[in-house]
């Protein structure tokens, strides 16, 4: 039974690979679809990766993540440091029994003094940082171990 989960990416990760390649690598969005597309397939999960810069798009796939029972593997980028709107809708994902997996390629702790504080780890499940794009598989197997708990 194939399991459906969507990777939600922010603002500016649809530069991965130009942007700061020293912070967040030399591989970029189609190479993070590739790994992830393969990465649930090994777990029995359909993966559809998703990367917008603007905010509501990202609260409206929170808000359609609940209503069709999608788990959410999320980097909110920029928008987890301030971003209350999408907190809200995150926080919809676990009402819901949803896992909701927060992921970043950084450690935003170990960098700029306002990245250390996000407002989507509070409302999410668990979240992973500074693993690069292999942080993602790593949430991808959480998923998949809560749904099989489930």
């Known amino acids: 039974m194939q399991r459906k989960v969507i990777v939600v990416n922010g603002p500016n990760l649809g530069r991965l690979g130009v942007r700061q ?3 967040y ?4 969005l189609e190479t993070l679809r590739r790994e992830c597309g393969a990465w649930g397939r090994e777990l029995g999960l359909e993966v559809e990766v998703r990367q917008s810069d603007d905010e509501a798009e990202m609260i409206g796939w929170m808000h359609q993540a609940v209503d069709e029972g999608t ?3 999320m980097n909110p980028a920029a928008f987890t440091h ?3 709107g999408l907190s809200d809708a995150a926080h919809m994902i676990g009402d819901a029994g949803l896992p909701l997996i927060e ?3 950084s450690n935003p702790s170990a960098r700029d003094a306002f990245r250390k504080y996000s407002v989507i780890s509070p409302v999410a499940t668990a979240t992973i940082t500074g693993m690069g794009l292999y942080g993602y598989k790593l949430a ?3 998923v998949a171990h809560l749904l099989d708990q489930a």
């Open 140 to 142: 991808l197997e959480a």
């Open 71 to 73: 788990p959410v593997v």
């Open 25 to 28: 690598g030399r591989q970029d």
């Open 82 to 84: 301030y971003s209350y």
């Open 21 to 23: 390649p020293d912070v």
């Open 103 to 105: 992921v970043h390629i």
